[in-house]
Nanobody
């Protein structure tokens, strides 16, 4: 069974930066398009960034130009560098398999615990 462990969240001021990481086990993520989702309080989980095994990325309009997704297939890890953070980026961030077009479905059945990102002055 796939296990996903997210880390690296925290508190940042508006305009600041954070980097979140995801370590996968139980499968080789090099076989899959991987990505990041986030869920803000009272809202549905949304897909925000995807990366193909070869490293081609796609972003939601809300994060494009500010967030950069990367992956290390050898280490079975996916990362998300978040710059110029805004209060509306406050959410729990999760990694999982993803649709390249950021559509629904495609994710593994199991989810990690996520990592909290809070953007506040």
């Amino acid at each position: 069974q796939v296990q996903l462990v997210e880390s690296g969240g925290g508190l940042a001021q508006p305009g600041g930066s954070l980097r979140v990481s995801c370590a996968a086990s139980g499968t080789r993520i090099s076989l899959y398009i991987m990505g990041w989702y986030r869920q803000a309080p009272g809202q549905q989980r949304e897909a925000i960034a995807a990366i193909t095994p070869a490293g081609t990325a796609n972003y939601a309009s809300s994060v494009k130009g500010r967030f950069t997704i990367s992956r290390d297939n050898a280490k079975n890890m996916v990362n998300l560098q978040m710059n110029n953070l805004k209060p509306e980026d406050t959410a729990i961030y999760y990694c999982n398999r993803i649709d390249y077009g950021l559509g629904p479905g495609r994710h593994f059945d199991s989810w990690g615990q996520g990592t909290q990102v809070t953007v506040s002055s």
